[in-house]
């Protein structure tokens, strides 16, 4: 039986795995389908601290998995479908037919952030479709950029893109914001954003090199149809933490999806911890990610060896 088993590979999952390494647990890391994370997905990384010329986001994702290595990780890629509790443990039940015994559980597979499903979208992540306005904001100097969603992120997202874009569309659905009043107050009052009510994006437009140029919208009353220069699209339309395969497991969380933790990194569930974007809705930073990993790697090693 595995001392501790990781699932996971972003921020949270690596950082757990280092410590844990370090601790001699010699953890077990199982990557699931998007290896490394939503940093994988972004380009340059100017927030990380340590980097002061930045670092590209797969690069700080791939010297985190040699670190870990580093200390005696091992990796298996297979994605975790079901936990069981069993005498002394779980097991984890693989995609590939796979079954993991392990003492303990530190869940770190993250969250995924919702797209509108418009056929390019995946080729244009990192060259003007993102749904980080911390990671990417800056990188739209005196440009228009468009904001998609009416609640709270897309409202927080907007504001904190005034710092930069010399306008941001904020675009909802409906003709008022889901956003607490606080928050739509404050976007609503700044000069630089142009609410554009009831309109959808339908079409992501690129020019020849593949990078974001335009969108067309339509109006989600009469069906009418316009476009808007935009150089990035910032997608806030919610997150959703990749939790489904702990149906049954007993891990409890919150009415969105995302794992609750106590004490620490604890679950509601003795010996499974999680850590990151997937317990986390609120900072959903790599280093915040990070850190939590830290603590969870701290809370299964004093965990373990009090249940020695
Ligand atoms: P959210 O509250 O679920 O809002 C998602 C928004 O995206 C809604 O306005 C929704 O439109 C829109 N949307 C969803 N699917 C769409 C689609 N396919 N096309 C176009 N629009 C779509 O998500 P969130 O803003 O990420 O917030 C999640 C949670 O985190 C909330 O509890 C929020 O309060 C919290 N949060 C708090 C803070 C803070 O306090 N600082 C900051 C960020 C988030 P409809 O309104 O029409 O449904």
């Not at 700080?60 to 990796?75: D, H, P, S, Y």
């Not at 910032?234 to 794992?259: K, M, Q, R, W």
Request: hydrophobic residues 40%.
């Amino acid at each position: 039986m595995e001392n501790v088993i990781i699932i996971g590979t972003g921020c949270a999952g690596w950082t757990a795995a280092i410590y844990t390494a370090r601790a001699n647990l010699e953890p077990l890391v199982l990557a699931g389908e998007q290896p490394g994370g939503q940093l994988t997905t972004t380009t340059e990384v100017e927030n990380f601290p340590g980097f002061p010329e930045g670092v590209m986001g797969p690069d700080l994702m791939m010297n985190m998995e040699k670190q870990a290595a580093r200390f005696g990780t091992r990796v298996q890629y297979d994605r975790v479908d079901a936990i069981e509790k069993i005498e002394g443990g779980f097991r984890l039940k693989g995609m590939m037919g796979n079954d993991y015994e392990t003492k303990t559980v530190i869940i770190a597979t993250g969250a995924s952030p919702r797209h509108l499903g418009l056929p390019n979208e995946k080729e244009l992540i990192g060259h003007g479709l993102t749904s980080c306005a911390t990671c990417d904001g800056a990188f739209y100097a005196d440009v228009p950029v468009a904001v998609i969603g009416g609640g709270d992120s897309a409202a927080e997202e907007a504001t904190f893109l005034t710092r930069f874009a010399s306008k941001v569309y904020l675009i909802h659905r409906r003709e008022e914001l889901r956003a607490s009043k606080i928050m739509s107050d404050r976007v609503l009052a700044q000069e630089k954003v142009e609410p554009l009510w009831n309109s959808q994006v339908v079409e992501y437009i690129t020019d020849d090199e593949g990078k974001m140029t335009k969108i067309r919208l339509q109006n989600t009353q009469d069906g009418s149809e316009y476009e808007k220069d935009v150089k990035c699209v910032f997608v806030a339309i919610g997150h959703v933490p990749n939790t489904s395969f702990l149906e049954g497991a007993g891990v409890e969380c919150d009415e969105n999806g995302y794992i609750l933790q106590k004490n620490g990194t604890q679950t509601s569930v003795e010996g499974i911890f999680a850590a990151g974007d997937v317990a986390d809705h609120v900072y959903r930073q790599a280093i915040t990610a990070a850190g939590n990993g830290c603590a969870a790697a701290l809370d299964a090693e004093r965990y373990l060896a009090e249940n020695e």
